[in-house]
């Protein structure tokens, strides 16, 4: 078994997931470190959509779910910084609550206690409404010296490719990378553009074979197979 970092990790789930998805990628976080080191923020659909519908809120109510179970993990293991992983746009959510900058009214304080920030197949470049909400927070405040309190690493896949005159699944994922950015004739994880998750300052980490929705019988990131492709990142 390859030797990673043992930090305590917490997982974050991407935009419209919950808690329970990524269990499969708690267990197989465990066998690279201990289990307890290891946590999943509990967010669920309700804290993406609302009730009554309010997804331009869903940051304000994810962070407090990300910054609750970041300073669970901090009293248990004192002095040992976390690592954010965190899927699709949560990625985005994870960064803006990293910046400690008010955001909608809310503002936290991480500190020095994450280290590292993983984003696996999260779009910094979008033009998604609610997604470029977050994007366009982060680039009004990101700065060069937030990289050096903390190391972020972007992955995503290049697996598939768009194509509008192309094959079935060719044509869906031009679609979808159309929703993301202006040419869908590009490579990416069959839901999100490769390119759309370059983000400068951050280490930018492409594997070949992952696919982008935590979903029963692929091959997505938080699969076996799709983390032993970016574990020396952890």
Known sequence: MKEVPQNPVVIIPGVLFWDSLYSIMKDVFSGYLPAGKIAIAQVNLVDWVGFPPSPE???NRVMKAVDRTVREMTRKFPGEPVTIVAHSGGGTVA???LLEQPFQGDAYNSGRAVG???TLGTPYHTHEHYAKIKTDFIFKHLRADFFKRCHVVSVVSNKYHGNSQGSFVERMCFQF?????????VAGDGIVPASSCFLDGADNVIIADAEHLPTPH??????????EQWIHCL
């Open 57 to 59: 809120k869903s940051t």
């Open 95 to 97: 960064l803006i609550y």
């Open 218 to 227: 692929t091959r997505w990131y938080g699969t076996k197979e799709g983390i």
């Open 177 to 185: 990378y159309r929703n993301v950015q202006e040419d869908g004739n």
């Open 116 to 118: 590292k920030l993983i």
